[in-house]
């Protein structure tokens, strides 16, 4: 065993140089555990590969001692995907020195960048060059491009522009046999056969390692607008969607859902920010951009809330007038995880359903919970544009936080059973990494899994890419 480790560390340092090979235990603690600190594993080194050939060294290195595989990005992952196994004894991947933008074409509109460049740092480059990534999510500071391709990332843009997936034209992808596969085409149409890419994006690192990608850009949005409307209930938030679709057309980019309790939880976590319209139920952000300097977009985006207000579908409603407030009102909307984590542990639920269907699944949610949990709290938000929600629950006032995450597993078959009933899904961004491993088996056919089995056993035969996630 200890030869075989010291072979393995020895091709390990030659293959990265010895200070990108950490196993001091408080070197690589951060890597074991996640940012929640949910889930903890162990590994018996972080490797810190700078580029794609060392990468491949790497999990040639890796595949040949029969050591388990576990990529990781930002590790802002919300399932555990790019924590190690408990009692695992594999090598970390850490992309984060991979972090260049290989390139811009603006004629081509797109951009290649290593998986460890953060999804802010892919952000400016396209500003720099006057276009516009549109990918966006809370933990863009931190989260890798790597990691918004490998969970298929979904944020507050996808109503407009669609997922990671639908952003990316190509991938470079080191695979289990440590042979590299160069994807990286920047082209719009390209029928020749399978779409390979796509089973890369979504894996969660289960089919190998994302080592970098060319991506979409898009005009630069030159006049933005940003609104808050306070609305009695989600059939309203419903129609107000509806409405701003129709005066907005392909401008809306963003339609957030924020319950009450959501946004006071917040408030009471981050009392500095605003709290624009005190007092009622339910919140949408709504967002509409556009390419053309000068457009009436905010004039348009006010009318529509007007037309919506007079029919009573708006309570009411304020126009950010100015970057400093849009980005304040976005900040109750971002900040709202981290008030959660900050609240205490709860129990989270990233779910999508036919936008039609939300009324009623809440409704049957709620009271199926409340007589499984009394007092249970709803922090209900999410991207309702999209139809995907974040349905969390926290603990009654009063039950100690071991005690309810002890009701897990009954929370989650409420949910879950009601959502597969409705016809949506248990995942709609976040993927499934270790913590919906059983849930997946539970709720997709034995089709799907077979298939996704058999593409496993195709790539990775010896099953040693992030083992125990997804599959
Ligand atoms: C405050 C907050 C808000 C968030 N909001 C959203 C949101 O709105 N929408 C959303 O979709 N997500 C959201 N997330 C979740 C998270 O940010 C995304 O899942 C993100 O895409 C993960 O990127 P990462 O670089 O941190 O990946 P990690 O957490 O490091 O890894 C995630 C998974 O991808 C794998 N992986 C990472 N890099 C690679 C690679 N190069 N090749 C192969 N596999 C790899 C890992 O093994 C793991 O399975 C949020 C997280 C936080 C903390």
């Not at 034995?446 to 997804?470: C, H, Q, S, W, Y």
Request: aromatic fraction near 4%; glycine fraction near 10%; proline fraction near 6%.
């Amino acid at each position: 065993m200890t030869d075989i480790r010291a072979t393995l560390r020895a091709r390990l340092d030659a293959a990265v140089g010895s200070t990108q090979v950490l196993t001091a235990p408080a070197d690589i603690a951060p890597y074991l555990t996640d940012w929640r600190g949910r889930y903890h594993g162990n590994a018996q080194a972080v490797v810190r590969p700078g580029n794609t050939g060392e990468v491949a060294e790497v999990v040639r290195a890796c595949a040949e001692a029969r050591v388990g595989i576990v990529p990781q990005g930002g590790n802002t992952g919300q399932c555990g995907g790019a924590t190690p196994e408990p009692g695992g004894d594999g090598v970390v991947i850490s992309l984060a020195r991979m972090n260049r933008i290989r390139a811009v074409d603006p004629d081509n509109a797109t951009l290649t960048a290593e998986a460890g460049a953060t999804l802010v740092a892919v952000q400016e480059a396209a500003t720099d060059a006057g276009l516009h990534f549109p990918l966006s999510l809370a933990a863009e500071g931190s989260c890798t491009i790597g990691g918004n391709l490998s969970t298929n990332a979904g944020g507050t843009a996808v109503l407009r522009f669609g997922n990671a997936r639908e952003l990316t034209l190509g991938i470079e992808v080191v695979l289990p046999d440590g042979r590299v596969w160069d994807g990286l085409r920047g082209l719009r149409k390209d029928n020749t056969g399978y779409d390979l890419k796509q089973l890369f994006i979504g894996a969660e690192g289960t089919l190998g390692i994302v080592t970098a990608a060319v991506l979409k850009l898009f005009p630069a949005p030159r006049t933005r607008a940003t609104a808050f409307a306070a609305l009695a209930d989600v059939p309203a938030a419903i129609a107000l969607l509806h409405a701003m679709k129709q005066a907005l057309g392909d401008r809306l980019t963003g339609f957030e859902l924020i319950s009450g309790p959501s946004l006071a939880l917040t408030r009471r976590q981050f009392p500095a920010l605003p709290d624009p319209l005190p007092g009622h139920a339910w919140y949408t952000l709504v967002q509409a951009d556009d390419s053309a300097a000068g457009s009436p977009v905010a004039a348009d985006l006010e009318q529509a809330l007007a037309a919506e207000a007079e029919t009573g579908t708006v309570q009411d409603a304020v126009v950010a007038q100015s970057g400093e407030q849009a980005r304040a009102l976005w900040a109750l909307r971002e900040n709202i995880a981290e008030a959660q984590r900050l609240d205490g542990p709860n129990i989270k639920h990233d779910i999508s359903l036919p936008v039609s269907v939300i009324p009623r699944f809440l409704d049957e949610a709620r009271a199926a919970l409340l007589a499984a949990l009394p007092g249970v709290r709803f922090v209900t938000f999410g991207h309702l544009g999209d139809g995907n929600l974040h349905y969390n629950l926290a603990a009654p006032a009063g039950t100690a936080p071991e005690t309810f995450l002890e009701r897990t597993p009954a929370a989650n078959r409420i949910v879950h059973d009601l959502v597969a009933a409705h016809g949506g899904s248990i995942s709609a961004e976040h993927g499934i990494g270790q913590q919906k491993r059983a849930e997946l088996v539970r709720y997709k056919s034995a089709v799907e899994i077979d298939l996704m089995r058999t593409i496993k056993a195709a790539l990775d035969p010896a099953a040693l890419f992030n083992p125990g996630k997804v599959l």
